[in-house]
T-cell receptor, first 114, second 117 residues
Framework: GAVVSQHPSRVICKSGTSVKIECRSL??????MFWYRQFPKKSLMLMAT?????????EQGVEKDKFLINHASLTLSTLTVTSAHPEDSSFYIC??????????FGSGTRLTVV | AQKITQTQPGMFVQEKEAVTLDCTYD???????LFWYKQPSSGEMIFLIY??????QNATEGRYSLNFQKARKSANLVISASQLGDSAMYFC??????????????FGPGTRLSVLP
């Protein structure tokens, strides 16, 4: 079946540094991927839609300069949190269009900014 | 207005008993898909079950079944014979629009299920 690999699963970084999170579709091509953010005990909030070879579409209120998304190949999308601050600490999860029912999720990344 | 409503923020169930997690949805599309995901404390989203809007039979996957009542726009998840490992957050989600991917994918607020020994 369709598998989406997300790395790293956990990352701790210092305030002011940048962190890159990768989302790979392992056995299918994903022209469209999605990035979500999840606050503790809350549901998933769509941040942006990433299309291969074009600019990402960001949801209202999401800073595109803070959360850089690159989808340079049919199997890889990356989310870079630039100049991270403690308020960026969260759980980030990606999904890709693909699989039997249309959407397959990665396992998520827990980001802690200290 | 919320597209997906899960009215139970938290639920408790005794081990080995059945439990129903509620989900109602709102869409004007004729073609849509309904999903249930389980999210344990590790964070990964585990796909449980899918129901297409045109499916006449309720979906079942092992201990999971989806009670689909289209006229009521309800898609409740039933877990039979609860196990301790079922303790997790459960999200109802909907893919709106036709085709394999639809136009939109939305999540409900989630229900935290705790299974008691």
């Amino acid at each position: 079946g369709a598998v989406v690999s997300q790395h790293p699963s956990r990352v701790i970084c210092k305030s002011g540094t940048s962190v890159k999170i990768e989302c790979r579709s392992l056995d299918f091509q994903a022209t469209t991927m999605f990035w979500y953010r999840q606050f503790p005990k809350k549901s998933l909030m769509l941040m942006a839609t990433s299309n291969e070879g074009s600019k990402a579409t960001y949801e209202q209120g999401v800073e595109k300069d803070k959360f850089l998304i690159n989808h340079a190949s049919l199997t890889l999308s990356t989310l870079t949190v630039t100049s991270a601050h403690p308020e960026d600490s969260s759980f980030y999860i990606c999904s890709a269009r693909g699989g039997v029912y249309g959407y397959t999720f990665g396992s998520g990344t827990r980001l802690t900014v200290v | 207005a919320q597209k997906i409503t899960q009215t139970q923020p938290g639920m408790f169930v005794q081990e080995k008993e059945a439990v129903t997690l509620d989900c109602t949805y709102d869409t004007s599309d004729q073609s849509y898909g309904l999903f249930w995901y389980k999210q344990p404390s590790s964070g990964e989203m585990i796909f449980l079950i899918y129901q297409g809007s045109y499916d006449e039979q309720n979906a079942t996957e092992g201990r999971y079944s989806l009670n689909f009542q289209k006229a009521r726009k309800s898609a409740n998840l039933v877990i039979s014979a609860s196990q301790l490992g079922d303790s997790a957050m459960y999200f109802c989600a909907m893919r709106e629009g036709g085709g394999h991917y639809g136009q939109n994918f939305v999540f409900g607020p989630g229900t935290r299920l705790s299974v008691l020994p």
